[in-house]
C-alpha cells in the first residue's frame, strides 16, 4: 500500500495575485528534481550559499508532472487571433436590435450574431414572428459558436458567431452525453406537459416540462435557444430530461473526451500549478488545472474571482468548481475556465451592473493591476457629493483610455493601488464590469459618452463632421454622433445644405429622436425649435391652451400632422387652417393645443393663438393634480385635505392629498358621505347647493386649479385607483381612459384602515371572520358586497340577507349602505367570496369591530347634528323645543289610542307630539285619552317634532309594588320640578356592563334602554330587534349634550346564539379524497398543539399547529394559532394525507373497525390549487427531514437551556440555547420568551431516525451579524465559553460553543484589544460572550485546528470600534518593519528561547540571548516566562520572509539606534568583546550593534607577547582600528603601531604609586583605631547599653514586621516612586562624574518601604529606640496566652498574605518591586549581570540590620558579575567599599579597598574612595585620597579637576590657587585649555570673579580664536553680573566684554556668534535703544566685510 502523503506534503499553499505566490518554473525545479534540466543551476546555487541542495520530497502516490504544451506554460488571454472557426464561447448579450446581437466575449472581445444564427429555423412562421430584444435581453449568458472572423481594415476584425444548436452541439451523440451538461437546445414543440427541445443531434430529443418555463419571462415559442441541463438519457428512445437549472458539475474523475468539451459546462477542478507571470503587470498569471480526468484547463487571473472581492487562497491539489469559459480546438485543445460567481450560477449582470452605475457616472477607482497595452483592472466606488458609496463595483478601462490620445500614461498612473476618477462609458456583462474611461478629455463637464444620457428636446452643441445630399452629421463627443435631416436644418425646407453649413463648423441643435438599440440620434437645427425653452416630448405632457413649437411632418386631406420631440405629435384639422396660411412639409409651426384625448394619445391643434398660454405659465396656475393614478393612489390608502370641486347627481368630485403629499382628483358617490343613507343625502343636497347645484362632470375637471371648493373635515379611504361613474356598473379595476379614483368617506371603512382591518386582496380574507362592508349593487338573486376595496365582490343571497324571509332585495337594502358582513366562504379561483348580512353572534376575536360600529354610530350623530346646525330652515330651528333628550321624564296626555300604540301631546311644549309604541307600554297598562302619564323620551326628531317615548315604569323609577309607588308619588308631587332625568342618579360609565332590552329600530341605529340603572341607550343597526331577556353589552361613550341631545352608546349586544353552518358529508373518502383535496370539518376540540375536527360520516381530522400560515425566514413568527380559537364551528383546509386507523369508543357513527384520520393544512400557500405532490411534500417525516431544511415548529416547553418544539404529531425536536436566539437578553431566560403553543420557522441541523433526535436551529444561515467600521466585514455570533486551556495548542486557549452544535476556539491574542496581564483569569466558564467568527468551520484551517471555527472577543472587532496603534495584532511579517515594537503572549518557553504569538497568524521568537541584557540561565526560562506572559514593547530585530521568521529582542540596546555594517568605514574606531577565539584570530562583537568583525593574529600586537591566546572570551576590546570592509565582512586591528598619537587614550600610560596609597590607608586606620578604642572605653563604662541595643533591636524588628503590613496603597506608592527613579536613571549620562549607581541608590531608598531608614548614599540605618518600659511591656505580651480568636486572626492574616503574595508573584510584581530574598534571588536569575539589582539586595539586608548577609551579597556581587559587564561590576565593587567605608573596620576597608583596585580601573577606585569620604563629612581623608591620586595619576585631567572643585566646595582658596600651576606642570600642554577653564569656573561660583576674570583673559591671550572657550567666558561673567548672582545687573562690564568681542577681527561666521550673543543679552536685560546699538554695530562690520 502506498505511503499516503502528509499534509504538508499534499498540500503547497499560494495564494492568489500576491508575490508569495511560486512561479511555475520554480515549482517544476522543485518537483522535478536532479532531472530537471536546471539542476546545475540549483547545485550552484546551493554550494555557493555554504550548504547542500536538497531535493523537496515528493509523494509516492503523486504523478510527476509531465513536461507541459507551449500553450500551457503560462496563461494569456484570448485574442481575435487565438480564435478559429469552431472555437466555443461563453458570452453575454451586450446590444439587440431585430437584425442583429452584440455578445460580450471574454476579456473585452466583441462578437456579432445576425438574426438567421440566432434563432433555430424550425417553423418560418414561429421564427419570423419570433422578437429579438425579447428574447436576447441585455445581460443573458449564451454559448456561441465562432463562425468566421471577417477582417474588415488591417487592424480591425470582425467576429461573427451563432448560436444555432446544431453547431454548438457538434460532435455529441445520444451515448456521449452526460449527466449535468449544460448545452444550448431549441424549443421544436410541445406536448399538454412537456415541451420537446431539439440539440441539433441526430436521433435525439429532449423533454422539459412546462411548470419550469414559469420561471422564464415569457412562453418560448418553436425555434427559441434555451441552456438546458442534462438530468437523465434514454439512449434507447433517444430522449434527455432537461431542466432549465442546473447546480452540479461535473466530477473531476469522470472522464470525458476532448471532443466532447462544450463551453458552459460546469466541471470540478482540481488546481496544479500557479504560474506567477511578470512581476510588474502579472501578464500571463492564472491557474493550470485537471478537470474530467486528464483534461487541462486554464483560468487566467481576472477570471479567478470578483474584483471586489478580498484575494482567495489556492491550494496545490485544491478542489474548485469552474466553468468552461472557451474552448479553442487544438492538440490539444486549449480550454479556458472561469471562477467568476455570476457565471458559475449562470445569472444575467443585465440588471445588477445598471443598478451599480449608471453610463456617465463618475467613479473613483483603485487600480488592481495593469497590462501594457490591454488596460488596467479596478476596484471603483460610486462618487456621493465627495465620497465614496457603499458597495465596490469592479471595473476596466482599456490602456488606450487611460491617457488622452497620443500619450502614454505615467508610470505611476498605472500602479498599483493608484486611485483617480474614471467615467462609465459602457457595460461589459460577461465578465461584469464597467467600461470605464480616464481620459481628461472624457471627464470634463458636458462631454457626452453614450446616447442614453441624451433625451429628446435637449439642447447640444455639435462640429459637423460630413455634408450629404440628405442632411448633415454632427458630432457631439467622441463617442455620440447625430443626424439633421435636411429638412430640419432650416424652419423653412430648402432644397439642400445652406453654404453657411460646412464641415468643421459649430452647429446648435435639439434632440428630435433617440434610439438607444441602435445608438443612432436625430437631430433638429430649426431656429424655432432651438430657441423654444419648452418643448412638448410626450402628448400626456400637454394641456388645453398650451403653446407649443413643431414641424409638419404630413399633409393629409383631413389636415396637417405636426410632430414634436420624443414621437408627440397633433392634428391641424382642415377646417381649422384656411388655405392661405396652410403650412407646408417640414415648416417649423407654434401652434395652440385645443383638445387633448388622453384615451386616445391624440392631440388637436390650432393656428390661432389668441387663448394660448406658454408652459411655463400653465405650469404656475395648476396645482399639480394628478388625474389618473399613481403609486401613492392604491386601495387602502388615506386621502386628506377633501375638498368638494363639483356637485353631480349621483356624486361628488373631489380635489385630496395621498399619503405623499401629491394632489389628486378624486370621486365620491353619494351613499359613501357617510355610513348613514340619510346623513349622506343630506350632506350632498348641502354640497350642491354650496356649489350652484349638480352639473355634469367634465373629463378634464382637474385642469381647473382656480377651483378652491368646500373643504371637508373628515379624512376619505381610497376604494379604487380608477372609476368613472358612468361605468359604475362595471368594473372599475380596467384600466380606461378618463377615470378617477374612487373615495368613501365612511367612518367604518376610515376605522378599518387605522385597524389593519380593511381588505384589499382577496387572500386577505379569512372565513369565519366579521368585517365593515357596504353594498356594492342589488341584483336579483341578492346583493354584491364588498368589505375593503371596490375590486373585492362577495355575493349575500337573499336567504342571506336577513333574518326574516326575503322576496324583494331592495326592501331590506340600498346601495351604498353599510353592513356588517360575515365571510362564509372564499373562492379565490373565481376571485369571489359568499356574504352573510343575518345577524348573529359575534366571537371574542371581533370584538374591535363592534367597539369600530359603535364608534360609528357616535361620529354619525354628530355629523347629523351638524348638518341640522348648518341647515337654511332658521325658521323650523326656532321652533324645535328644546332641551329634550333620550331619558328625560316629560309630563304627557293621551290624545288617541291606536292599533300600534297611543299619541299623546305634551302642554309644557308646543308642536310637540310623542308616540308610543305597544312595545314600549307595560302588559297591565291601561289606555284612556284624556289621562296624563309621566314618560321617558326615548329619540326625538327636531324636524317634524315628534318624540318616541316609553312608560316602562322601571325606565321611569317607579317600582311595581303598588304601595312603594303610591309613596314615591307622594314625594314626587312635593317637587317643584315636574321633569327629571332618571338616569341622573346614577350615571353610566364607559366600559360600564349593562343589561339592554330592545325598544326601538330604526334605520340607522337601535334603541335601547336598561333597568339598572334607568337609561336609554343607542347601539348600531347590526344586532338582533327583537329578544324578551336582557342581554349584556359594554357602554362604548357616554356623551355630553351634542346641541340639544345627548346620547349613550354601547355595543351591539350578543344573541348568545351561534348559527351551526353545514358540514358536507364525505361517503367514500378513498375515492373523495386525495392529497390536496379542500375539505370542510367540524371543530371538536384543542389538545395541546393541535385541533381535532370531524366530519360525516366518521371522518376524523387533525390540524397542527404549525399548519396554520406561513412563515418567512428562519427564527420569524411567535404567534400562538390556538390561542383565543374558537372550538366550534367549521373549519376549512387542505388534506395533506389519509390514514386509516382502529375506532376507538367515542367513534359511535363509524361502521366498522377503521376510522379515516385526515392531516390536515390551513397555510395560503397550500390553500392554493397545487400538485398533489406539493401537498405530499409538504407533511413531514422523518424520512424527509434532512439537515438545512425548513419547516414550522411549535413549542412545547421552555427550559434553562433548552427549548423542545413539535414540528409534527409525535415528531419532536429539541433547540439548544444558543440556536434558539441572536439576542443574548433572551438566552437569559429562555422560559420569559418561548411560550407553548408559540410557532417558529426552524432549521434542521441534524436528524437521527433510529433514535428519534432532532436538533433544530431559530437562526438562519446568514444570521452572523456584519460589522464595517474596523475594514474588511466580520460575521458576530453568540458563543459560550466551555474550556480555558492556559497550555492551548497554538495558542488557543478558549474553547467555545457556537450554534449549530459548532465548536470553536480562541486565540490568546484575540481575548482583548488591550494587552493584559493573564487574560484567561477575566473569562468565565459558561458565559455567554458576543463574538465575531474570523474563520468558519467549514473553512481551510491549520492543521490540528479542523473542523472548528476560529473568533475573538475584541471589541475592536465584535463591536467595530477602533482599534489603537498599539492594540494592532499584525496578520503577517509584511505588516512589520525592523525596529518596531510589538507585544504578544508566550506560547512556549525553552532554552532555546521563548515563542510569542503576535497575532493569531503570526508567532516570532526571542533568542535566549535576547531575553535580557544580562545572561539568563537555560534552566530558568521556561519558568519565568510561562505560557500566557505578557511580553511588552518587545523590538523586532530581524524579518526573514522567505522562512517567514521574525526574531524579536527585549534588550534594551537594541532598535533603530544599533550600529550595522554600513554605518562602517576604514580608519573608524571601534570597540567590542571577544565572541570567539580562533587560532588565525579573534572574532569581536562591536559595541550597540549586531556585527561581527575579524582580529587577524598578525594585527593582535606588535610583539609575540601578546597573541591569541592572550585573550579569552568576553574580554573587551576598548580600541580597535577598521582596516578593510569586504561586503559583510569587517577586519580590525589593535596593533598600537596602526593608531595615531592622538587616537591613543593619554591615561592607558599611566604608572602607578602605591606608596602613596599605602600612606593614605595608614592614616585612615590609624584615625578609626583610635575611634574605637574611645568607643569602647564609653561601653565599658555603661555596661546597660549592651542591653538596651539588645532591647532596642527587638524593637526595631518588631517595627520592621508591622512596616511589612503596610496597606497596599503605600506600597503602591512605593512602587510608583521606583519606577520614576528607574526612568530618571535611565536618562542619566554614562559619563557623570558621579557615582554609577546615584540614582539607583535613590530608588533603593524610595522603592524598597516608605519606613526604611536606609540611605544607601549615606549608609545609614534605623536608630530603634525604645525604653525600658517598651522592653519590658514587650517581654509581659510574649507571656501572654494567645486566644482562638486571636490565633484563628493571625492564620486569617497569614493566608491573605499568602494569597497576595501569590497573586504578586503571578502579576510579575516581583520583578518591579522585591520584598524578601525569594524575589531577589528570582530576580538574579534573570538580571544577575546587573549591579542595581545587587545594591538593592544589600540594601534589603541593611534594612533589616543584617550587614553580614549584606556582605555576603556584595562578595556574591563582585564574583557574580563577569569580567565582560566592566561598568556593571565597577559598580557593585563601589557599592562594597561604600559599605565597608561605613560600616566596616579599618582593616575591612583597607583590604576592601585593594581589592577594588587590582581588579578594576585604579583611578576611577581612587575617585571613588575620595567622593565616599566626601559624602561621610570627612574633608581631610577626602583631600588625602585626591592628593594620592594626583601624584598617581598625574597626566590625568579628571583627577585634577576632581580636586580642584574639592577645594573651592570646601572653601579652601589657598590650596585651590597651589593646585592650579602644580596641576599644569603635571599636565600635557593640550590639557591646559580645559583644567584651566574648569578653574576660572570655579573661581566664578565658589571664588573671586575678578580672578576667574583673570584666569579667562590668561587663557584668550593664548587662544584668542577660540569661540568655544569665549562662550564659557562670556556665560560666566553675564552670569556673575547680573540677577540673582548681583542686586542689579552691571551693564558696563558685560557691555564692555561684549564691545571687545565684537572688535576682534575674526571671520564672519564666528562675530556673527558675537553679535547675536549680545543681541540676545540686550533683548533680556537691555532695552530697544541698546538693541539697536548692536544692530548698528553688526550692520558697520558687514559693511566692513563687503567694502
Not at 239 to 262: D, G, H, M
Amino acid at each position: 500500500m502506498p505511503k499516503r502523503p502528509a499534509a504538508d506534503e499534499e498540500e503547497e499553499a499560494f495564494v492568489r495575485g500576491k508575490g508569495s505566490f511560486q512561479p511555475a518554473d520554480q515549482e517544476d525545479r522543485a518537483d522535478d528534481g536532479d532531472e530537471h534540466p536546471s539542476k546545475a543551476g540549483a547545485a550552484a546555487s546551493s554550494k555557493k550559499g555554504g550548504k547542500k541542495a536538497r531535493k523537496k520530497a515528493e509523494p509516492e502516490d503523486e504523478e510527476p508532472v509531465e513536461a507541459l504544451p507551449e500553450r500551457f506554460n503560462r496563461v494569456n488571454r484570448l485574442r481575435t487571433a487565438d480564435l478559429d472557426e469552431g472555437s466555443l464561447i461563453v458570452a453575454a448579450v451586450r446590444e439587440v436590435n431585430e437584425e442583429e446581437i452584440t455578445l460580450d466575449l471574454p476579456f473585452n472581445l466583441q462578437g456579432y450574431v445576425q438574426r438567421a444564427q440566432a434563432i433555430e429555423m424550425i417553423s418560418p412562421v414561429e421564427s419570423s414572428r419570433s422578437s429579438l430584444p425579447l428574447l436576447y435581453p441585455p445581460g443573458k449568458l449564451v454559448v456561441a459558436v465562432v463562425t468566421a472572423i471577417v477582417e474588415i481594415t488591417a487592424k480591425r476584425q470582425r467576429i461573427e458567431l451563432s448560436l444555432r444548436p446544431a453547431l454548438a452541439n457538434a460532435g455529441l451523440t445520444t451515448e456521449s452525453l452526460q449527466q449535468h451538461m449544460w448545452l444550448p437546445a431549441a424549443v421544436s414543440g410541445e406536448e399538454e406537459h412537456v415541451v420537446k427541445l431539439d440539440f441539433g443531434v441526430e436521433k435525439l430529443q429532449g423533454l422539459l416540462k412546462k411548470s419550469e418555463l414559469a420561471q422564464l419571462p415569457s412562453v418560448p415559442g418553436a425555434g427559441t435557444i434555451l441552456m438546458v441541463a442534462v438530468q437523465a438519457v434514454n439512449v434507447v428512445s433517444g430522449t434527455v430530461r432537461c431542466s432549465l437549472f442546473s447546480s452540479e458539475p461535473i466530477s473531476a474523475e469522470q472522464p470525458l473526451e476532448q471532443n466532447l468539451l462544450k463551453a458552459g459546462l460546469l466541471v470540478s477542478a482540481r488546481v496544479r500549478k500557479f504560474f506567477s507571470g511578470d512581476d510588474s503587470s502579472k501578464d500571463g498569471a492564472g491557474l493550470l488545472t485537471h478537470f474530467c480526468g486528464s483534461l487541462q484547463g486554464l483560468v487566467q487571473l481576472h477570471h479567478l474571482g470578483s474584483a471586489v472581492a478580498k484575494d482567495t487562497e489556492f491550494k496545490k491539489n485544491q478542489r474548485v468548481t469552474a466553468r468552461i469559459l472557451a474552448v479553442v480546438p487544438g492538440t490539444p485543445a486549449l480550454v479556458h475556465l472561469t471562477l467568476l460567481p455570476h457565471l458559475l450560477d449562470w445569472t444575467s449582470q443585465g440588471d445588477a451592473l445598471p443598478l451599480a452605475a449608471s453610463i456617465g457616472d463618475r467613479l473613483e477607482g483603485e487600480i488592481l493591476d495593469f497590462k501594457h497595452k490591454f488596460g488596467a483592472r479596478l476596484r471603483c466606488h460610486k462618487k456621493t457629493d465627495g465620497k465614496k458609496g457603499v458597495g465596490a463595483v469592479p471595473g476596466f478601462c482599456a490602456a488606450s483610455r487611460l491617457a488622452d490620445k497620443d500619450a502614454d500614461p505615467s508610470a505611476s498612473s498605472v500602479e498599483l493601488g493608484f486611485k483617480s476618477t474614471y467615467r462609465v462609458l459602457a457595460y461589459n456583462f460577461l465578465d461584469g464590469l464597467m467600461m470605464l474611461t480616464r481620459r481628461p478629455a472624457d471627464l470634463q463637464d458636458g462631454v457626452l459618452v453614450s446616447v442614453s444620457e441624451l433625451s429628446p428636446g435637449q439642447l447640444v452643441t455639435g462640429t459637423v463632421t460630413r455634408l450629404a445630399d440628405h442632411g448633415v452629421f454632427v458630432k457631439l463627443s467622441d463617442y455620440v454622433s447625430g443626424h439633421v435631416h435636411l429638412r430640419q436644418l432650416t424652419d423653412v425646407p430648402l432644397p439642400s445644405v445652406p453654404k453657411r453649413i460646412q464641415v468643421e463648423s459649430k452647429l446648435k441643435c435639439r434632440v428630435m429622436h433617440v434610439d438607444t438599440s441602435r445608438r443612432q440620434i436625430t437631430l433638429t437645427a430649426k431656429k424655432s425649435l432651438v430657441k423654444d425653452e419648452c418643448p412638448l416630448t410626450s402628448n400626456a405632457d400637454a394641456k388645453a391652451d398650451m403653446l407649443v413649437t413643431g414641424y409638419v411632418s404630413g399633409i393629409h386631406a383631413y389636415g396637417a400632422i405636426v410632430s414634436f420631440y420624443g414621437g408627440a405629435f397633433g392634428l391641424i384639422p382642415k377646417k381649422a387652417m384656411d388655405a392661405d396660411e396652410a403650412p407646408a412639409l417640414g415648416m417649423a409651426v407654434r401652434c395652440r393645443v385645443t383638445i387633448v384625448d388622453a384615451k386616445r394619445n391624440r392631440l388637436l391643434l390650432s393656428l390661432n393663438l389668441d387663448k394660448g398660454r406658454s408652459a411655463a405659465e400653465l405650469k404656475d396656475s395648476e396645482v399639480g393634480l394628478e388625474k389618473s393614478s399613481s403609486s401613492s393612489v392604491s386601495a387602502g390608502g388615506l386621502a386628506s385635505e377633501v375638498h368638494v370641486l363639483r356637485c353631480s347627481k349621483e356624486g361628488v368630485l373631489v380635489r385630496f392629498a395621498s399619503s405623499d403629499g401629491a394632489q389628486h382628483v378624486g370621486y365620491v358617490p353619494t351613499p359613501h358621505l357617510a355610513d348613514d343613507l340619510d346623513i349622506a343625502k343630506a350632506r350632498h343636497d348641502t354640497l350642491c347647493s354650496n356649489l350652484g347645484g349638480a352639473v355634469d362632470l367634465n373629463i378634464d375637471e382637474s385642469s381647473d386649479a382656480s377651483n378652491p371648493g368646500v373643504n371637508l373635515p373628515e379624512e376619505g379611504v381610497i376604494l379604487a385607483r380608477r372609476y368613472h361613474p358612468d361605468r359604475s356598473k362595471k368594473d372599475a379595476g380596467q384600466d380606461t381612459g378618463g377615470c378617477w379614483p374612487l373615495l368613501s368617506l365612511k367612518q367604518s371603512m376610515r376605522l378599518a384602515v387605522d385597524e389593519g382591518s380593511f381588505v384589499s386582496k382577496m387572500s386577505e380574507l379569512q372565513p369565519g371572520r366579521l368585517y365593515a362592508g357596504y353594498v356594492k349593487e342589488i341584483k336579483e338573486f341578492g346583493a354584491l358586497i364588498s368589505v375593503g376595496a371596490w375590486m373585492l365582490s362577495g355575493v349575500a343571497s337573499k336567504v342571506m340577507v336577513a333574518a326574516k324571509k326575503v322576496e324583494n332585495i331592495s326592501d331590506e337594502l340600498m346601495e351604498g349602505q353599510s353592513v356588517r358582513v360575515l365571510v362564509s366562504s372564499v373562492n379565490e379561483e373565481k376571485k369571489r367570496f359568499d356574504a352573510d348580512l343575518r345577524p348573529g353572534p359575534v366571537p371574542s376575536s371581533d370584538v374591535p369591530l363592534l367597539v369600530r360600529e359603535a364608534e360609528v354610530l357616535r361620529r354619525s350623530f354628530n355629523q347629523k347634528e351638524a348638518l341640522l346646525k348648518a341647515s337654511t330652515g332658521k325658521k323650523l330651528a326656532k321652533k324645535r323645543p328644546s332641551a329634550l333628550s333620550p331619558g328625560s321624564l316629560i309630563d304627557a296626555t293621551i290624545t288617541s289610542v291606536e292599533d300600534y300604540g297611543v299619541l299623546l301631546s305634551v302642554p309644557a311644549r308646543e308642536g310637540l307630539t310623542a308616540v308610543a309604541l305597544k312595545e314600549n307600554m307595560p302588559k297591565d297598562f291601561i289606555s284612556q285619552a284624556g289621562s296624563s302619564v309621566k314618560c321617558a323620551v326615548l329619540d326625538f326628531d327636531p324636524e317634524s317634532g315628534i318624540a318616541d317615548v316609553s312608560l316602562q315604569p322601571a325606565l321611569l323609577g317607579i317600582s311595581s309594588d303598588p304601595s312603594a309607588a303610591a309613596s314615591r308619588g307622594a314625594k314626587r308631587k312635593s317637587k317643584a320640578s315636574t321633569e327629571a332625568t332618571a338616569a341622573q342618579a346614577r350615571p353610566l360609565q364607559e366600559g360600564q356592563k349593562i343589561a339592554v332590552l330592545p325598544a326601538l329600530q330604526k334605520k340607522g341605529y337601535s334603541v335601547l334602554w336598561c333597568q339598572d340603572p334607568p337609561a336609554v341607550v343607542f347601539a348600531p343597526p347590526f344586532g338582533a330587534t327583537k329578544w324578551n331577556e336582557p342581554r349584556q353589552t359594554t357602554v362604548h361613550s357616554v356623551l355630553p349634550s351634542i346641541g340639544e341631545v345627548a346620547r349613550n352608546i354601547v355595543l351591539c349586544p350578543a344573541d348568545g346564539k351561534e348559527r351551526r353552518a353545514k358540514v358536507p358529508k364525505i361517503l367514500n373518502p378513498e375515492q373523495e379524497l386525495q392529497a390536496g383535496s379542500p375539505v370542510k370539518m367540524r371543530l371538536r376540540s384543542i389538545k395541546g398543539l393541535q385541533v381535532f375536527c370531524t366530519a360525516p360520516v366518521g371522518l376524523r381530522g387533525h390540524l397542527h399547529a404549525t399548519q396554520f400560515f406561513d412563515l418567512g425566514e428562519v427564527g420569524s413568527g411567535g404567534e400562538s394559532p390556538l390561542e383565543g380559537m374558537r372550538k366550534a364551528g367549521v373549519l376549512e383546509a387542505r388534506m395533506l394525507r389519509m390514514q386509516q386507523r382502529s375506532a376507538g369508543p367515542e367513534d359511535t357513527e363509524v361502521r366498522g373497525d377503521k376510522v379515516w384520520h385526515l392531516e390536515m393544512s390551513i397555510k395560503p400557500s397550500l390553500m392554493e390549487p397545487k400538485d398533489v405532490s406539493e401537498y405530499e411534500a409538504a407533511v413531514v417525516r422523518w424520512s424527509n427531514l434532512k439537515p438545512g431544511k425548513i419547516l414550522a415548529g411549535a413549542v412545547l416547553s421552555a427550559a434553562k437551556n433548552i427549548v423542545w418544539m413539535e414540528v409534527a404529531p409525535g415528531i419532536k425536536g429539541r433547540v439548544l440555547l444558543l440556536d434558539a436566539s441572536s439576542d443574548p437578553s433572551v438566552l437569559k431566560s429562555l422560559a420569559d420568551h418561548f411560550h407553548p403553543g408559540q410557532v417558529f420557522q426552524t432549521r434542521v441541523l441534524r436528524a437521527v431516525k433510529a433514535q428519534k433526535e432532532l436538533d433544530l436551529s431559530l437562526l438562519p444561515t446568514n444570521d452572523a451579524k456584519v460589522s464595517a467600521k474596523s475594514g474588511p466585514s466580520v460575521r458576530r455570533r453568540l458563543a459560550k465559553l466551555q474550556k480555558i486551556d492556559d497550555n492551548g495548542s497554538k495558542g488557543m486557549v478558549a474553547i467555545f460553543q457556537l450554534p449549530e452544535r459548532r465548536r470553536a476556539t480562541a486565540h490568546i491574542t484575540e481575548l482583548f484589544d488591550v494587552w493584559v496581564k493573564q487574560p484567561t483569569k477575566r473569562l468565565k466558564l459558561g458565559n455567554i460572550y458576543e463574538v465575531a467568527v474570523l474563520r468558519d468551520w467549514h473553512e481551510a484551517a491549520p492543521e490540528g485546528l479542523e473542523g472548528r471555527a476560529e473568533v475573538s472577543l475584541r471589541p475592536s472587532l465584535v463591536l467595530g470600534r477602533k482599534e489603537a496603534e498599539e492594540e494592532r495584532r499584525p496578520p503577517a511579517l509584511k505588516d512589520l518593519t525592523v525596529g518596531s515594537k510589538v507585544s504578544g503572549y508566550v506560547l512556549n518557553a525553552s532554552p532555546k528561547g521563548i515563542f510569542v504569538a503576535l497575532s493569531r497568524s503570526l508567532v516570532a521568537r526571542i533568542k535566549l540571548k535576547s531575553i535580557s541584557d544580562r545572561p539568563v540561565m537555560k534552566d530558568a526560562v521556561a519558568k519565568l516566562y510561562p505560557p500566557g506572559t505578557l511580553i511588552r514593547d518587545a523590538k523586532v530585530v530581524e524579518l526573514d520572509n522567505d522562512a517567514g521568521r521574525v526574531e524579536l529582542s527585549l534588550r534594551s540596546a537594541e532598535g533603530s539606534g544599533k550600529m550595522t555594517a554600513e554605518h562602517l568605514s576604514v580608519g573608524d574606531i571601534v570597540s567590542g568583546k571577544v565572541k570567539a577565539v580562533e587560532p588565525y584570530g579573534l572574532f569581536v562583537r562591536l559595541d550597540n550593534s549586531s556585527v561581527d568583525a575579524m582580529v587577524h593574529k598578525s594585527e593582535i600586537s606588535d610583539s609575540a607577547s601578546i597573541s591569541v591566546e592572550s585573550y579569552q572570551v568576553g574580554t573587551a576590546i576598548a580600541r580597535a582600528k577598521v582596516i578593510k570592509i569586504d561586503g559583510r565582512k569587517i577586519s580590525l586591528t589593535v596593533k598600537p603601531s596602526s593608531f595615531d598619537p592622538g587616537e591613543l587614550d593619554e591615561e592607558d600610560g599611566e604608572d602607578e604609586d602605591s606608596d602613596d596609597i599605602q600612606d593614605l590607608i595608614a592614616t585612615v586606620a590609624k584615625e578609626k583605631k583610635e575611634a574605637k578604642r574611645k568607643r569602647d572605653e564609653e561601653s565599658a563604662a555603661d555596661p546597660d547599653d549592651d542591653e538596651a541595643k539588645e532591647e532596642g533591636d527587638e524593637d526595631m524588628e518588631q517595627d520592621e514586621d508591622e512596616a511589612e503590613e503596610e496597606p497596599k496603597a503605600e506600597q503602591k506608592k512605593a512602587k510608583k516612586k521606583l519606577k520614576k527613579s528607574d526612568a530618571e536613571t535611565k536618562q542619566s549620562p554614562e559619563d557623570s562624574d558621579e557615582e554609577p549607581w546615584k540614582h539607583s541608590s535613590a530608588d533603593v531608598k524610595n522603592g524598597l518601604s516608605a519606613a526604611s531608614g536606609f540611605d544607601f548614599a549615606e549608609f545609614k540605618v534605623n536608630e530603634a529606640s525604645s525604653s525600658d518600659e517598651d522592653a519590658d511591656d514587650g517581654d509581659v505580651d510574649k507571656k501572654k496566652k494567645i486566644s482562638k480568636r486571636q490565633k484563628k486572626a493571625k492564620k486569617l492574616a497569614e493566608q491573605q498574605e499568602l494569597q497576595q503574595q501569590e497573586a504578586e508573584n503571578a502579576d510579575g510584581q516581583w520583578a518591579e518591586d522585591p520584598r524578601s530574598v525569594e524575589d531577589f534571588e528570582r530576580l538574579l536569575l534573570t538580571e544577575g549581570d546587573t549591579s542595581i539589582v545587587w545594591i538593592r539586595y544589600m540594601a534589603f539586608h541593611l534594612k533589616m540590620s543584617d550587614l553580614e548577609k549584606a556582605r555576603q551579597v556584595a562578595e556574591r556581587a563582585v564574583k557574580h558579575v563577569g569580567f565582560a559587564e566592566t561598568k556593571e561590576r565597577f559598580n557593585v565593587w563601589v557599592a562594597y567599599m561604600n559599605l565597608e567605608c561605613t560600616f566596616g573596620s579599618d582593616d575591612s576597608a583597607d583590604a576592601l579597598f585593594r581589592r577594588a583596585a587590582s581588579h578594576n580601573d585604579a583611578k576611577q577606585v581612587y575617585l571613588q574612595l575620595a567622593r565616599i569620604h566626601e559624602r561621610n563629612k570627612k574633608p581631610e581623608l577626602a583631600a588625602k585620597a585626591h592628593d594620592a591620586c594626583t601624584r598617581k595619576f598625574p597626566h590625568s585631567k579628571k583627577v585634577w579637576i576632581a580636586f580642584l572643585t574639592f577645594l573651592y566646595q570646601q572653601q579652601d582658596t589657598e590650596g585651590s590657587h597651589k593646585l592650579l600651576p602644580k596641576s599644569l606642570a603635571a599636565l600635557p600642554k593640550r590639557k591646559h585649555p580645559v583644567v584651566v577653564t574648569k578653574a576660572a569656573l570655579l573661581e566664578y561660583q565658589f571664588g573671586s570673579p575678578e580672578r576667574g576674570r583673570s584666569i579667562f583673559e590668561g587663557l584668550l591671550d593664548s587662544y584668542p580664536k577660540r569661540t568655544d572657550l569665549w562662550s564659557i567666558y562670556l556665560d560666566a561673567h553675564i552670569k556673575a553680573h547680573t540677577p540673582p548672582k548681583v542686586p542689579a545687573a552691571d551693564f558696563q562690564e558685560v557691555r564692555a566684554l561684549m564691545e571687545r568681542c565684537c572688535a576682534m577681527k575674526l571671520k564672519a561666521t564666528k562675530m556673527r556668534f558675537f553679535f547675536k550673543r549680545w543681541l540676545d543679552f540686550e533683548k533680556k536685560w537691555g532695552d530697544a535703544d541698546s538693541q539697536e546699538i548692536v544692530r548698528k554695530k553688526a550692520r558697520e562690520f558687514v559693511e566692513s566685510q563687503a567694502s
